[in-house]
Antibody, heavy 120, light 113 residues
Framework: QVQLQESGPGLVKPSETLSLTCTVSGGSIRSYYWSWIRQPPGKGLEWIGYIYYSGSTKYNPSLKSRVTMSVDTSKNQFSLKLSSVTAADTAVYYC??????????????WGKGTTVTVSS | DIVMTQSPDSLAVSLGERATINCKSRQSVLYSSDNKNYLSWYQQKPGQPPKLLIYWASTRESGVPDRFSGSGSGTDFTLTISSLQAEDVAVYYCQQYFSSLLTFGGGTKVEIK
């Protein structure tokens, strides 16, 4: 079955760029939409944005000026970059797959999440 | 953005009793062309990622116990756990996908009384 694994630095300095990668295994990245979601400590879920395997994207307006997502179909990976981070960006970051293929509806497969702390 | 509001923030229910969680959207998430409500429910246990329970407001994901059910239409939705089990202790979130700008409710924490 499809599995997702987030990877990237667990500690990022303020004002720098957070970079994470989600690796898709057990299935193809093609034909699906893929999202990044984050969860600050003790708080709820915040959708960051999604990317289609073709490279088209949609971002949360609250983060749009700082977010860039990309996809590498040859590696079955997609990535998140969040620039000019502050302590407010400290969170667990999840990647997830949307269903059905070709649409950005419910999310049926999630990664385990990776904790990113912003601190000097 | 479509704002999603859940209530209550938390609830404590005895084992075997019914738990009811509400989710209200600021605008309708019912798409008239297909008569589907673009809403899903997730369960998140401590230290785990969210798990999809329900989509299209009332369709249970494969493998989800039938004690979980979703109902509602338009702007008002409900997730019901018909007979609470110990393993159902979690935070539950609704999420709309009617708009391409996806939004979650604030979550409802379910505990054992």
């Amino acid at each position: 079955q499809v599995q997702l694994q987030e990877s990237g630095p667990g500690l990022v300095k303020p004002s720098e760029t957070l970079s994470l990668t989600c690796t898709v295994s057990g299935g193809s990245i093609r034909s699906y939409y893929w999202s990044w979601i984050r969860q600050p400590p003790g708080k709820g879920l915040e959708w960051i944005g999604y990317i289609y395997y073709s490279g088209s994207t949609k971002y949360n307006p609250s983060l749009k000026s700082r977010v860039t997502m990309s996809v590498d179909t040859s590696k079955n990976q997609f990535s998140l970059k969040l620039s000019s981070v502050t302590a407010a960006d400290t969170a667990v970051y999840y990647c997830a797959r949307h269903q059905p293929p070709g649409d950005y509806y419910h999310m049926d497969v999630w990664g385990k999440g990776t904790t990113v702390t912003v601190s000097s | 953005d479509i704002v999603m509001t859940q209530s209550p923030d938390s609830l404590a229910v005895s084992l075997g009793e019914r738990a009811t969680i509400n989710c209200k959207s600021r605008q309708s998430v019912l798409y008239s062309s297909d008569n589907k409500n673009y809403l899903s429910w997730y369960q998140q246990k401590p230290g785990q990622p969210p798990k999809l329970l329900i989509y299209w407001a009332s369709t249970r994901e494969s493998g989800v116990p039938d004690r979980f059910s979703g109902s509602g239409s338009g702007t008002d939705f409900t997730l019901t756990i018909s007979s609470l089990q110990a393993e159902d202790v979690a935070v539950y979130y609704c999420q709309q996908y009617f708009s391409s700008l996806l939004t979650f409710g604030g979550g409802t924490k379910v505990e054992i009384k």
